[in-house]
């Protein structure tokens, strides 16, 4: 355990104690053949399940391995009585963690997911009853984010309502304990595409559209983000005439939903099959209007098909930007290149 113990605490800066804790517990130690830390999770009865090993070299790149026949149904982990439990990542992400925050730390529950897989997660909660707040604490970049608000679609689907995210201040929590220690840390990387899509969403406003020219205005307008404005300002103008609401009150409804149910982490497309969803929808929305009349059920459902439109159209402002920025970079990087 010495080359394990003396990574965990010189280069990771993990409290002694807590690393001591782990392995009198049988839930953390090292392998004899390459000196790999091994962090076991056990199953109700505290049987191992599932073992993942990480290399102590200092250079050149990690080795990290789930080990073959593991149970992913358990994970590394800690259950306390308070009630709340901490995902993480990886293990070392949940020992940093507990090292910044030590003040009682076996009272609560921690669990490292050993990527973004859920299977423990869930599998935990089914087993500790007592877990009433269940906190996230992935990575503070693109991937954490992304594994967040997904873990988090997944919780509330198994009916899991009580849930929050904690973010570190820089790349992740072992970057905050290290930056404690005087040793620069990894920055935290912003979720791009999300900020615009929700910036998109905020500067979109209600326009007053007459329904019988829905149509030939998404079909005229070349610009998506009008389009989008195009789109929810039609679905709030229909939902107002059987709802007892203003139209521009709807909008601002429906505004605020494309926001909440905006699945970034899903949103991995390119252009071209973005906006091929996008002329689907808007030959839907074109289809449905053709009638003369409109049964109630019929308009709520014109507005929903006209809320995707909005969603689409958004989401290919977004990518079309961050293409055009991406482009824009490699530019950029090109010249400077060709100039040294």
Known sequence: MRRAFAYLTKQRHIDPDVISFFAHEHKLYEDKEHHNIVFVGTDENGKPCQAHKRSTVTFGNSFRQT???SDTRYSFSHFGGSGKLFVFEAPIDMLSFIT???????EHSYIAMNGVYENAVLTALESHSNIAEIYLCTDNDVGGIDAAYRLRDILNENGYSKIGRIAS???DWNEDLKALYGI??????????????????DDIKFSPVQINRISRSLSSEKNHLSAAEISLSASAVLISKTKNISAGEMFDKLKSSLKSQYKFYADKGKLPSKISEFDKLKKAVDFKLRQNTFSESEIQNIAKTLFECADCALR????QLLAEENTEKLSEESSLALKM
């Open 100 to 106: 910044l925050y030590k003040n009682n730390w076996q």
């Open 169 to 171: 201040q820089n790349k």
């Open 67 to 69: 080990v073959e026949g």
């Open 316 to 319: 290919c402002h977004t990518e």
């Open 184 to 201: 620069e840390p990894a920055p935290a990387v912003p979720h791009i595409r999300r900020k615009k899509y929700m910036s998109f969403a």
